[in-house]
Each structure stands twice: as C-alpha cells, then as structure tokens.
C-alpha cells in the first residue's frame, strides 16, 4: 500500500524559513515523481513544485521560484521541500503527492495518484 506522510509544518514569522519532509512507504523501489501542491482556505489546490526520480529534473510554480528548493533522498525514502523567505501569502496545507508513470513532470493534482494528509504551514507577519 502507497502511504505518503508529511511532517515539518508549523507557525512561522514572515521571512522565515522551514522544511517540509515527506515520507514514502510502498513501492519505494518504483521510480516515481514527487510533487509538493498546497491550498489555502477557500482556494483550489495549486502546484508548488516537483521532482523527477533521479533528482536531475525540477519544477516550481513562479510564486515559490528562488524561495522554495525541492530535493529527495531516495535511500530515506523522503522528500523535500525547503521554504525561504517565507511570506504570509505562503499560508496553506501542504501536500505531497506521488506518481509512478513516466513523463514530464506534472504540474496539476489531477497527474498525480497518491496524497498526503497535509501539514499546516502558518506565516505570520
């Protein structure tokens, strides 16, 4: 069973910084994408970024570009999110998500298989 579990959220001040962590269990052995999407109250989910198996291939959504840097370690079954600078705007639940098909890196939650519960992530200024 794919199981995702994300921890590393919190209540910080505007200019912060945080790291998201996301644990993967079942097919850890399959190559698969990572995404980071979160939502803030009353809005859609929105990609943040994504990161190919071998860790040669990223993405970010512009809002988070230069702020945010995703990463993994596959032999920790985990992945990253390192938030900098961290803005109010910034406030959300933060999820990862997991895919097992090849292809370009996905940048909507449609693309992906597997969720997270989510971690707050709070900002305050």
């Known amino acids: 069973q794919v199981q995702l579990v994300e921890s590393g959220g919190g209540l910080v001040q505007a200019g912060d910084s945080l790291r998201l962590s996301c644990l993967a269990s079942?097919?850890?052995?399959?190559?698969?994408?990572i995404g980071w999407f979160r939502q803030a109250p009353g809005k859609e989910r929105e990609f943040v970024a994504a990161?190919?198996?071998?860790?040669?291939?990223?993405v970010y959504a512009d809002s988070v570009k230069g702020r945010f840097t995703i990463s993994r370690d596959n032999a920790k079954n985990t992945a990253y999110l390192h938030m900098n600078s961290l803005k109010a705007e910034d406030t959300a639940v933060y999820y990862c998500a997991r895919r097992f098909h090849e292809g370009p890196l996905g940048t909507s939650p449609g693309e992906y298989d597997y969720w997270g519960r989510g971690t707050q992530v709070t900002v305050s200024t």
């Open positions: 990161i190919s198996w071998s860790g040669s291939n990223t």
């Open positions: 079942g097919r850890t052995f399959s190559p698969s994408t």
